[in-house]
T-cell receptor, first 109, second 114 residues
Framework: DAKTTQPNSMESNEEEPVHLPCNHSTISGTDYIHWYRQLPSQGPEYVIHGLTSNVNNRMASLAIAEDRKSSTLILHRATLRDAAVYYCTLQVTGNQFYFGTGTSLTVIP | DAMVIQNPRYQVTQFGKPVTLSCSQTLNHNVMYWYQQKSSQAPKLLFHYYDKDFNNEADTPDNFQSRRPNTSFCFLDIRSPGLGDAAMYLC?????????????FGPGTRLTVT
């Protein structure tokens, strides 16, 4: 059973904001939401994570729905270096880390 | 720089010949994870160690074993590799396993089975 669902692909123009959605309708109260991104032939790179409140860091923002059944990763100004596969993951109580299927982001110059 | 190191980056083994992949970390993190990532798929957690405590995922085949002799090192042993075990193997670390902290990933070892 899928813990998270994401669109397979998205496109964005360079220097425009990007909103990457993720659904996690079976999330429990203590499950953290993490986002990672991965370039070809590299290990995933941490982007951001949160539990209940919206989060900001130097890379991105994470908006978490009030019922926590969905979240959105926001890249404020997409650059060509942001082209990657973005994974929405859940840290599930009991220590498991479930990766979603990922969204392949294409940034158009 | 503190980091997660995986050796080798590329490994070729023969069908049925045991193989060991290694991971080391300079972050002094309590938790070390092993993931399997097949082509065009998301990483799938195989197991993890919290300190010396081993936590196996329910659907990880018995063919996969792990050892963590000390805080810095963790090994993935594949006892009898099959063609279906060809994949990228990723090692990651974290301060704890409750999700409060991010995971740091190594570059991965790409395993080919001939």
């Amino acid at each position: 059973d899928a813990k998270t669902t994401q669109p397979n692909s998205m496109e964005s123009n360079e220097e425009e904001p990007v909103h990457l959605p993720c659904n996690h309708s079976t999330i429990s109260g203590t499950d953290y939401i993490h986002w990672y991104r991965q370039l070809p032939s590299q290990g995933p790179e941490y982007v951001i994570h949160g539990l209940t409140s919206n989060v900001n860091n130097r890379m991105a923002s994470l908006a978490i729905a009030e019922d926590r059944k969905s979240s959105t990763l926001i890249l404020h100004r997409a650059t060509l270096r942001d082209a990657a596969v973005y994974y929405c993951t859940l840290q599930v109580t009991g220590n498991q880390f479930y990766f979603g299927t990922g969204t392949s982001l294409t940034v158009i110059p | 720089d503190a980091m997660v190191i995986q050796n080798p980056r590329y490994q070729v083994t023969q069908f049925g010949k045991p193989v060991t992949l290694s991971c080391s970390q300079t972050l002094n993190h309590n938790v070390m994870y092993w993931y399997q990532q097949k082509s065009s798929q998301a990483p799938k957690l195989l197991f993890h160690y919290y300190d010396k405590d081993f936590n196996n995922e329910a659907d990880t085949p018995d063919n996969f074993q792990s050892r963590r002799p000390n805080t810095s090192f963790c090994f993935l042993d594949i006892r009898s590799p099959g063609l279906g075990d060809a994949a990228m193997y990723l090692c990651a670390t974290s301060r704890d396993n409750r999700g409060r902290y991010e995971q740091y990933f190594g570059p991965g070892t790409r395993l080919t089975v001939t």
